[in-house]
């Protein structure tokens, strides 16, 4: 029979292993959500799409991408307040890792969007999965370290992505992703459910869990579901735009070497590895993970400034642009937390896989008004009209949701 010690010995280590699966699981996903990026103009040439045609390409295949993100977040999250934490990350993973080597595979352009859709549904669940998990697992006090070193070693899977896309073929840097998914399965063994789901489930089977629609029930769960997600947006509208679309928008703003899009990103993402780690470090300092959003909008603010002033003098500039931008848009690992700490048990892991996926979903409307505004403003303007509006909404936001550091978890929505 186990002694109180042996007790806490493993409840420790289950927790610890949780942090590590989720960390791993994460870092796969990102690795796959930001290798269509890296490889777009090599992959898409690769299938036999013109020069002409790739930015259109391109916008398609990153638009069926992130549609698939939305209904893979609400399927998912679902899941993951009827079935278990656990079911749905590893569900996941094994969906995105095959996908991941269907990518590898395709030859035509249809079945390249085919690919990034299946791709995109199991790219949705991990991260709210392993958030929730996390959340649940870890004592309030110590929450918000947690969920930072699972965010902060997920970001680091860009960079990975892009080294390995600098060193391989591109249907080989798909391949590499989807073996690394795969061997996270042999992780699955010893990872226990979140106690305090597993409660619920028992004591509370009443209780409806994973009802999508009851976040809008009410104008309050609603404001904060809403609220959540606006906060995220200028992320994606980074790493989207002004990123991902790194060729194009050093050529509108005047560059005579137009900047590597797979660099752009890898020095993107080694910044936003640096500031997922500062806002999570900085919301358990000041213990609020208000104002470490706070602080971190008014960088993104400011970073995005510097982007259009002084990114368009040279390369190293443009590089450092992108480097202060990543910095200053790594509030990834605060604005998950806050997500699973708004909402009560039943509907935490529906509301903190959704609303990242919402987040990355947004990226749709954001490059159609990108691409709406473009034939007026060009290029340039187009970016910087859109970048203001998802600022002034995540501002607005942030006002409008509570305090939830140190928050007991333990609650029904």
């Given at each position: 029979?186990?002694t ?24 796969v ?5 930001l ?18 045609q790739?930015?259109a390409?391109?916008t398609?295949?990153l ?7 939305l209904?893979?977040g609400i399927?998912?999250g ?39 859709f ?27 370290y ?20 600098k060193?391989?073929f ?12 795969l061997?996270?399965l042999?992780?699955?063994?010893g990872?226990?459910e ?12 009443h209780v ?11 104008w ?14 200028p992320?994606?509208?980074v ?20 900047p ?14 640096v500031?997922d ?27 995005i ?16 642009a ?8 790594g ?30 979903g ?6 159609i ?6 034939g ?19 501002m ?5 949701l509570?305090?939830?550091?140190g928050k ?6």
């Amino acid at each position: 029979m186990a002694t109180g010690e042996e007790t806490k010995d493993s409840a420790r280590l289950n927790v610890q292993l949780a942090v590590v699966v989720a960390a791993l699981g994460y870092f796969v996903d990102i690795y796959d959500l930001l290798l269509f990026g890296i490889v777009r103009k090599t992959s898409l040439a690769g299938i036999g799409v013109p020069e002409s045609q790739q930015l259109a390409a391109g916008t398609l295949l990153l638009n069926v991408q992130m549609g698939a993100l939305l209904l893979g977040g609400i399927l998912w999250g679902v899941l993951g307040d009827k079935k278990g934490r656990l079911s749905v990350l590893f569900g996941s993973i094994v969906l995105y890792s095959l996908a991941n080597v269907a990518n590898g595979l395709v030859q035509t352009l249809p079945q390249y969007a085919a690919a990034r859709f299946f791709a995109g549904i199991g790219l949705a669940g991990e991260l709210g999965a392993g958030i929730t998990l996390v959340s649940e697992s870890l004592d309030k006090r110590m929450r918000g370290y947690g969920t930072t070193i699972v965010a902060t070693v997920g970001i680091t899977g860009a960079v990975v992505g892009a080294l390995v896309a600098k060193l391989t073929f591109w249907r080989t840097s798909y391949f590499v992703g989807g073996g690394l998914g795969l061997m996270l399965l042999l992780l699955r063994v010893g990872v226990l459910e979140s106690g305090v789901y597993a409660r619920l489930k028992k004591e509370k089977s009443h209780v409806s869990r994973g009802n999508f629609f009851r976040l809008f029930s009410s104008w309050a769960r609603a404001r904060r579901y809403v609220g959540v997600i606006l906060v995220g947006v200028p992320i994606w509208y980074v790493v989207a735009i002004l990123i991902t679309f790194a060729p194009e928008m050093g050529k509108a703003m005047g560059m005579a070497k137009v900047p590597d899009a797979a660099f752009a990103i890898m020095i993107s993402y080694s910044g936003l590895a640096v500031g997922d780690f500062t806002s999570g470090a900085l919301s358990q300092i000041v213990k609020s993970r208000k104002r470490s959003l706070g602080v971190f909008l008014v960088m993104t603010a400011l970073a995005i400034a510097l982007y259009f002033v002084i990114g368009g003098r040279s390369l190293f500039w443009f590089y450092a642009a992108c480097a202060f931008l990543g910095v200053a848009t790594g509030y990834w690992a605060v604005f998950v937390t806050v997500a699973s700490e708004q909402f009560g048990t039943n509907l935490r892991a529906t509301a903190t896989t959704t609303a990242p996926n919402f987040v990355r979903g947004a990226v749709v409307p954001i490059t159609i008004g990108f691409n709406a505004l473009k034939g007026t403003l060009g290029v340039r303007g187009s970016a910087i009209a859109v970048g203001v509006v998802t600022l002034v909404l995540a501002m607005f936001a942030l006002a409008s949701l509570e305090e939830t550091y140190g928050k007991d978890l333990d609650f029904i929505d």
